[in-house]
C-alpha cells in the first residue's frame, strides 16, 4: 500500500510513512502530498526529513515535497541548537547546587545525541531534579532569569501539591520555557515511582558540570510513562516515533538482552502498564521489531486482563494517531475523550479529581475570554 | 504553464463542485493550495480575484490543504462566524461570516510565514522592473500597499504585496502572485489613482483591520508567475502627510537591520539567513523613502529605477 488520492480517507499517512521509511525515495510528487500534509500536523514531518538525509535520499523526493522538508529541517535545526544553548545556560545556573541535573525527553534525546533526537522538535526543556532541591533549584533558575509564568494560586497549589513538576518558568529575555520535575509521574498516581532510582543510575553528560541523562532503558521507560498516563495526547504520534526509535537503537546495541531489562526495570518503576501498552503501540503502530512474547509478558507483568487489553488497544489505535482530519477512523473523538477522562482517573483518587475538575470549570466559565488576531507582521 | 486550465476556465458548477468537494487546486507562485469551502462568497469572489491563476491537475502535489467552514451549532444563526482550517485545525481565531474573502488570505499568508522555512520570508511588498526587484519592507501602516498598488498600476511587475520570498540558494525573489489588499483610505486613493483599469472584487467593513478591500493582481503578474527576479532596489517607504516625496541614502547596515525587523524566519535560520540577506543588501540599491502623493513616488521610483544595479 502506498498513499494514493483515489483511497478513501481514514488512513494515516504519517505513520505509514514512519514505519516504511525505505520506501519513501521512490514515491511521487502525488503520493507525497497527504504525507507532507499530514506530517506536518502530526509533528513528524522533520523527522521524515533528517532520515532522508541521514540516508542520502533527500535528492530522490520530488522537488515541491523537498521544499517542505527542507524547511522542516531548517526548523528542527534551530530548534536544536536552542536546546544545546538552553542546556548551558541551566547547567551554569545549577552547577553550584552540586546536584544531579537529568534533562529529560527531546532535549535529553538531542544532547545526549540518541537515536530519538532525529529531527525531533519540540517546545521546551523538561528537567528531573531531586525533591528535596526543589527550593534550591528554583531560586537558581530565578537568578538565572527565569520566573513563574503561572500566577494563579489555585494551580500553583495544585502543582507543588499533587504534581510531579512546577509550573513552567519563561525566561526573561530569551522566551523559553523550562519544566522542573521532580519525578516522571504524579505524586498522586497509586504508585508513585522513585524518582532517585533514575538519578541514581543517570548518566554525566560529557562537557556539563552537572548535567545528566537517563540510562536508554529509562528514557524509553519515562517515555512510555508519560505518553500512557496524559491527558494531552496531541503528540502522540510524534511520541510513539520516538519510541520506536529508542527501541530499535536499543536492539543495535544489546540485542534480544534489552527485553527482559526492560521488563524487569519496569517493574523496579512500577511502570508496568506504560511498557506494555508502550511495547504494543511500536509494534502495531510503526511496526518495531517488538517479539509477541515480550509484549505478552509485558501485559501478564502489569496484570491486564485480555479483554480489558483488546478494550484499551482499541483505544490507543484511534488516538496515537495523526490529528489531521483526513485520517480520522471511526470512534476516535469518543476514544480521545474516554482516554482524557482515563489520564485523569490514573492520576488522582476520585474525590480528589472530582474536586479539581470542578475548580477547573469553574475557572474556564468565569476567565475572560484572550482576543486573537490573524498573524500578519513578524512576531 | 500558457495551455494550463485557469479559475476562470471553470463554469460556476464546476467551481463549487471542486470547493465543496476534494478541493481547488489553485497554483500561485511556487506552491499549489488545495481550497475547500462552501461560502457563496467565495464563489463570485475567487473568479474576479483568481480568474487568470492557473489550476493544478489531480497529479500535481498540492502544498496545503485548507478550508473556510461555517460555525456550528447556535453560531449559524447568531452572528455567524466562518473559520479558516488547515488538516481540521484552526490556527486563528473565527470573524464574521462576511469575511471569507480576508480570511482566506490571511489563513495562506499564515501558510507560508508559519511553513516556507526553506526560503528567508520578509513582510514586504515586492515589484519587479527589467528583472530586478524592488523590495518595500515595512510595518503595517506604513502605506507600503498603497504605494506598491500605484507602482504595479504604473507598469511594476507584482511579485508580492505582502511576502518576499528569498531563495537562499540563489539569492532570487520568488513571485507570489496574490489578490492585492488595501485597507481604509487607501481603498478610495487607489481607486481614484487607478481609474477604470482598477476593479475592488471585495471590500469588507468591520475586520480587525478596518475596512479590507482586495483587488485581483494584474494579467502580467499571473502569466510571468513562476519568472523569479534577482536582488535591485530595498526602500523603506513612510507615508508623511503633505510631505513632497523624496528619497534618501541609508548604509547597508542600517538596511539590514531594517529588514531583520520585517522578518519571519530570520532567526529560525540562523547562518543562512544571515548571509542571504547578507547577500540581498550587497547586490541592492539601499533607500528610505517618504511621500505623501503617488504621482511624485511613481516618477522617483521611475528614475531609480534607471541607476545601475547595486548602485550605492
Known sequence: MTP???????????????????????????????????ARQADVLARLAAWLQQAGQLDAVPQAPRAHLLGALNV????????????????????????PVALLKGSAYVVSGSAAALGRLFSDTDILIPKDSLSPVERGLMMAGWLGTNHDSYDQHYYRQWMHE?????????????????????????????????????????????????????????????????????????????????????????????????????????????????????QALLGTPVPDEVITQARAQAGIGRVHWAAMCWLWRRVLRTAHSQARLGGQGLAG???????HWLRMPPLLLARHLSIKAWKRLTAPKPAAVPGQGPA | MS???????????????????????????????????????????????????????????????????????????????????????SPFSPLPADQGVPILEWGMNWCITGHAHHLLVLHAAVLERNGRALILPAPSGSGKSTLCAALL??????????????????????PFPRAVSLK???????????????????????????????????????????????????????????????????TRGQAMIGLIENAFNYNLLHRTGFQTMANLVQASTCRRFQYSRLDEAVQLFDELSCLPPGAA
Not at chain 1, 502522540?236 to 524487569?264: E, I, Y
Not at chain 1, 475523550?337 to 489520564?343: D, G, Q, T
Open chain 1, 337 to 343: 475523550f474516554a482516554l482524557y477522562v482515563r489520564a
Open chain 1, 4 to 38: 494514493d488520492p483515489r483511497l478513501p480517507p481514514h488512513t494515516d499517512w504519517a505513520a505509514w510513512a514512519l514505519a516504511h521509511l525505505q520506501d519513501l525515495p521512490a514515491l511521487t510528487g502525488r503520493q507525497w502530498e497527504l504525507i507532507v500534509v499530514q
Open chain 2, 153 to 174: 498600476l504604473r507598469g511594476w511587475r507584482l511579485l508580492s504585496d505582502e511576502l518576499a520570498l528569498i531563495d537562499p540558494a540563489t539569492g532570487q525573489l520568488l
Open chain 1, 76 to 99: 528542527a535545526a534551530a530548534q536544536h541548537a536552542e536546546v544545546w544553548q538552553e542546556a548551558r545556560y541551566i547547567d551554569a545556573a545549577l552547577q553550584h547546587l552540586g546536584v
Open chain 2, 3 to 89: 495551455a494550463a486550465l485557469t479559475l476562470g476556465d471553470l463554469s460556476p458548477q464546476a467551481l463549487d463542485a471542486a470547493l465543496r468537494g476534494p478541493g481547488l487546486r489553485l497554483r500561485t507562485g511556487p506552491w499549489v493550495f488545495a481550497i475547500r469551502s462552501r461560502l457563496p462568497q467565495l464563489l463570485t469572489a475567487l473568479p474576479a480575484l483568481y480568474g487568470r491563476h492557473p489550476l493544478a491537475d489531480d497529479n500535481t502535489f498540492a502544498d496545503f490543504h485548507v478550508e473556510v467552514i461555517r460555525a456550528t451549532g447556535l453560531r449559524r444563526y447568531i452572528r455567524p462566524q466562518i473559520y479558516f482550517g488547515i488538516g481540521g485545525e
Open chain 1, 166 to 282: 512546577i509550573p513552567p518558568m519563561g525566561h526573561l529575555s530569551r522566551g523559553t520555557t523550562i519544566d522542573v520535575h521532580h519525578n516522571i509521574l504524579p505524586l498522586t498516581v497509586r504508585r508513585p515511582p522513585d524518582a532517585a532510582l533514575l538519578l541514581a543510575s543517570a548518566r554525566a553528560l560529557p562537557g556539563f558540570a552537572c548535567l545528566h541523562s537517563l540510562t536508554p532503558t529509562d528514557q524509553v521507560l519515562h517515555s512510555m510513562a508519560h505518553l500512557f498516563h496524559n491527558d494531552d495526547l496531541s503528540h502522540g504520534l510524534r511520541d510513539v516515533s520516538d519510541l520506536d526509535m529508542l527501541l530499535r537503537a536499543q536492539l543495535a546495541d544489546q540485542g534480544a538482552a534489552c527485553w527482559p531489562g526492560l521488563l524487569s526495570r519496569a517493574q523496579a518503576l512500577h511502570v508496568e502498564m506504560p511498557l506494555a501498552y508502550g511495547l504494543w503501540a511500536c
Open chain 2, 184 to 250: 481604509n483610505a487607501s481603498i478610495e486613493v487607489i481607486q481614484a489613482f487607478g481609474g477604470d483599469q482598477l476593479q475592488f472584487a471585495s471590500v469588507v467593513r468591520d475586520t480587525v483591520k478596518g475596512t479590507v478591500g482586495h483587488f485581483a493582481p494584474p494579467p502580467d503578474a499571473v502569466e510571468r508567475g513562476d519568472e523569479r527576479a534577482g536582488p535591485g532596489w530595498i526602500v523603506f517607504p513612510k507615508y508623511v502627510a503633505g510631505s513632497a516625496a523624496s528619497l534618501s541614502p541609508m
